[in-house]
């Protein structure tokens, strides 16, 4: 509609100054403006609709996504990506049922759902490697696992949780048997470790960094200091086998524009934090900051370019779960993870 007016007034404008009020806009002119406009609005209609659910509340996790949707690429791709919070059932059910297209979630639950035959894929592996561990404040003293014996631990619940503390401990000739395991449901680290908690599993990127922000020292036990089975990839970006098999060109344009949104975040940190905090202005901006300054070289980290998954990562960590029991079966790794929607340059 502006487009039309500035016309109308640039043709007034041309008439009166050419003292000719009587003569019309040729049909020519008036041809090329219509088909202008008409291939403007084909074009907005032509954005295809995606839902992207993400795993939690927005954090540095997602910063590409906010990025792809800030910058255009999705729209370049011909996409209208719509970024929402999960709901109670989860983002893992809300995608392998087709409710949204795609999603976040770890190499753990779609190991599991893979098992019980639930038809998510991960198709690229948002940080290369695990930056997950125990932390503790650090005048409880626990700098190794040998010390979680006797101390407090808080965490949500999970088999998973004891499965791991409980691999961590033997290394060191401990018994998981005299750690205190309690569920701190929703509350956050830093009010469980004022109240009750000893220590809880968190990712630096966030917790972490927020200590350091205030002023908190933290001791850390990550997971990939003690085994390579727990470097694992998490968070993922996940979709289902129907979109997989029914539209292969929508999730390559999906990840095509959220490639470049995290390479975008990885050379400019800055600005990508900044793109985050005014996506979601309810963020603390000085920890979304820092935690993007800490978090952007992780994204891409040793491996040849973003998002590229590794079988092997794959088998070692469901062959673990597996051993610990966790899961009743063997995964067939090669059909929970995909590399091909990845852009091949």
Known sequence: MKKQLFSIFTILFVMTA???????????????????????????EELEEIAMVLDWTPNTNHTGLYVAQAEGYFEEEGLDVEISLPGESGADQVVASGQSDF??????????????????????????????GFASPADKNITSPADYAGKT????????????????????????????????????????????VDFAWIYYAWDGVQAELRDIDLNMQYLTDYSEDLDYYTPVITTNESMIEENPETVEA?????????????ENPEEAADILIEAVPDLDAELVQASQAWLSPKYQDDAEKWGIQDQEIWENYSNWMYENELIETELDAENAFTNDFLPKN
Not at 19 to 41: H, I, R
Not at 254 to 266: C, L, P, R, T, W
């Open 103 to 132: 999603g976040i979630s770890a190499q753990e639950t779609i190991t599991e759902a893979r098992i019980q035959d639930i038809p998510i894929v991960s198709i690229a592996a948002v940080i290369q490697h695990n930056t997950s």
């Open 18 to 44: 050419c003292g000719n009020t009587n003569e019309a806009p040729s049909e020519e002119n008036v041809s090329d403006e219509n088909q202008a406009n008409g291939q403007n609005e084909q074009q907005t």
């Open 153 to 196: 631990y808080g965490g949500w619940g999970a088999p998973v949780e004891e499965a791991v503390i409980d691999s961590l401990m033997r290394q060191e000739d401990a018994d998981v048997e005299d750690l205190e395991i309690v569920n701190m449901g929703n509350t956050d680290f830093f009010t469980a470790i004022e109240r009750d």
């Open 254 to 266: 999906f990840m095509a524009a959220v490639s470049k949104g995290y390479e975008y975040a990885i």
